[in-house]
T-cell receptor
Framework: DAGVIQSPRHEVTEMGQEVTLRCKPI?????LFWYRQTMMRGLELLIY????????DSGMPEDRFSAKMPNASFSTLKIQPSEPRDSAVYFC??????????FGPGTRLTVT | GQQVMQIPQYQHVQEGEDFTTYCNSS?????IQWYKQRPGGHPVFLIQ?????EVKKQKRLTFQFGEAKKNSSLHITATQTTDVGTYFC???????????FGTGTRLQVTL
């Protein structure tokens, strides 16, 4: 099993640009989570999906952030426009029926 | 909202010493999970505790869930340099699959 796949692994962009992060969950998992990790705020849940449906997006910082899950094998997290304070490591994780979560390697985003 | 605090934030030990991190919730939990994140890596699942007072062991690691299901601890006996990383507890209050991660305890082990 390839595990959770995220791309890109690193992204450097300028303030104001659109950023799209991608995630492929483990096949068969029905829940998908997007997290953001920073030194100051720790590991924060941004949004999660059950069976491709967004269940809780209360962690999404503001309207600049959006997430989609068009099918069971793909999800995107988009930031438009990006700001320097969005710099962080973004993790995608998946799980089956509320069991343990499997994290991807993360995308390190730097906004200059 | 749900808050999960961990103490200490950071601990530095000599190899061979024991280590304990504590996790406290403001509300009763359905279950609690523990994860380890190596420097530069991603969180990796260690274990899940479900029952009140439950104790589970994995080699040198001992996990405990409090009687009131509001706190948990992870104890490492005779630490090794491979134990270096940040240990997170993650709480589930019963709301579907959602986990609330604790603030984490960063463990540094030196020879």
């Amino acid at each position: 099993d390839a595990g959770v796949i995220q791309s890109p692994r690193h992204e450097v962009t300028e303030m104001g640009q659109e950023v799209t992060l991608r995630c492929k969950p483990i096949s068969g998992h029905n829940s998908l989570f997007w997290y953001r990790q920073t030194m100051m705020r720790g590991l924060e849940l941004l949004i999660y999906f059950n069976n491709n449906v967004p269940i809780d997006d209360s962690g999404m910082p503001e309207d600049r952030f959006s997430a989609k899950m068009p099918n069971a094998s793909f999800s995107t997290l988009k930031i438009q426009p990006s700001e320097p304070r969005d710099s962080a490591v973004y993790f995608c994780a998946s799980s089956l029926a509320g069991r343990e979560q499997y994290f991807g390697p993360g995308t390190r985003l730097t906004v200059t | 909202g749900q808050q999960v605090m961990q103490i200490p934030q950071y601990q530095h030990v000599q190899e061979g010493e024991d280590f304990t991190t504590y996790c406290n919730s403001s509300t009763t939990l359905s279950n609690i999970q523990w994860y380890k994140q190596r420097p530069g890596g991603h969180p990796v699942f260690l274990i899940q505790l479900v029952k009140s007072g439950e104790v589970k062991k994995q080699k040198r690691l001992t996990f405990q869930f409090g009687e009131a299901k509001k706190n948990s601890s992870l104890h490492i006996t005779a630490t090794q340099t491979t134990d270096v990383g940040t240990y997170f507890c993650a709480a589930n209050t019963g709301t579907a699959s959602k986990l609330t991660f604790g603030t984490g305890t960063r463990l540094q082990v030196t020879l």
